[in-house]
């Protein structure tokens, strides 16, 4: 067994400073603001400036963690973003935000498993940390999922965001229940087609437009990311009484709601802050635990959760106590 454990020591975020209403959406696309917060719980999202860019916000977000966890940025070992929508085809974000650091002679890599990304970033780190290779690794979720959706669609534009939220994991001399306790990565490739971009560098040298079958896409979310908070908590001989919070996936609040009822969680532990910015894709879970942090709301010793699904489809999460 490994003698460390990793440990969230800061947390940090950033939105771009453009915020869409869904009044000021309702302008463009035959849409209403009853009709969106109805159906997704979402009020706005913020949308990045044409100049501004993944990497931008993931630096920030990156400079807010650090400042946060109280460490020299030449500390860190290794970096890692979570992304599907990257400055360029290559070279990766997480280099660019390297370069923006000024930090040399690291690991740095993007990851892509859309809005699972983060987790199988925490997944990956986690690895690297109980592995004894390095000890602090700056892991990042970050997207401009504005520049991926079709704006004349109202199924899906009406649902993405632009965000980045960033968290530094460290090496913490510990016992099996401190920091990370476990994570579960999965993927099922044949259900590709309910969720994609209908564009890329090999099919039509396009980005493309986001494609989704939101029925197909529902029904997977809250059965996958139901058995994963299952499946986490089995895996380390917990129960569904002992979590304090739940941090899943910030896509759709009827989905959040639906695994909240399918598990018999209270809405007082099941975290949802989309209304403010909408699914930002691997984003949303590391906006979400920067946001309960800095509001103080999540205290030391609590036992924490988080899960989320991707196009893919990809699906996983971690059971985490925070220190």
Not at 128 to 142: E, N, P, Q
Not at 190 to 218: C, P, R, W
Request: proline letters at 2%; aromatic letters at 6%.
């Amino acid at each position: 067994m490994s003698k460390f454990s990793s440990v969230i020591i800061g947390t940090g975020s950033y939105l771009p400073k453009q915020v869409m209403s869904n009044d000021e959406l309702a302008k463009t696309i035959d849409t209403s603001d009853e009709w969106i917060s109805s159906r997704t719980g979402i009020k706005q999202r913020h949308i990045v400036q044409n100049n501004e860019f993944t990497s931008d916000m993931a630096y920030i977000a990156a400079k807010n963690a650090i400042e946060t966890s109280g460490i020299n940025q030449d500390e860190i070992d290794m970096i890692i973003v979570a992304t599907t929508s990257p400055d360029r085809s290559f070279p990766a974000v997480a280099v660019m935000v390297q370069a923006k650091l000024g930090i040399n002679n690291i690991p740095a890599f993007d990851v892509q498993a859309v809005c699972s990304g983060f987790v199988y970033g925490i997944t990956i780190a986690d690895n690297f940390i109980k592995a004894g290779s390095v000890k602090t690794i700056l892991v990042i979720g970050a997207d401009s999922m504005s520049k991926l959706v079709n704006w004349k669609d109202r199924n899906t534009c009406v649902l993405f965001g632009d965000g980045a939220g960033a968290v530094i994991l460290k090496a913490h001399t510990s016992n099996e229940h401190e920091g990370i306790i476990s994570t579960k990565i999965n993927a099922e490739g044949s259900l590709e087609s309910i969720l994609y971009t209908d564009g890329g560098v090999g099919i039509n040298q396009k980005s493309g437009h986001v494609i989704m079958a939101g029925k197909e896409v529902f029904k997977h979310a809250v059965e996958k990311m139901s058995q994963n908070i299952l499946d986490l908590l089995e895996l380390s001989k917990y129960n569904k009484e002992d979590l304090d919070w739940v941090i899943p996936h910030q896509a759709n609040a009827r989905i959040l709601e639906a695994i909240g009822a399918r598990l018999n969680i209270p809405s007082s532990k099941l975290v949802m802050t989309l209304d403010k910015h909408a699914n930002t894709s691997a984003a949303t879970i590391p906006l979400a635990i920067d946001h309960q942090a800095k509001a103080g709301k999540i205290k030391s010793n609590d036992l924490i959760i988080t899960t989320a699904l991707g196009g893919g489809l990809t699906w996983g999460g971690c059971l985490l106590r925070w220190l």
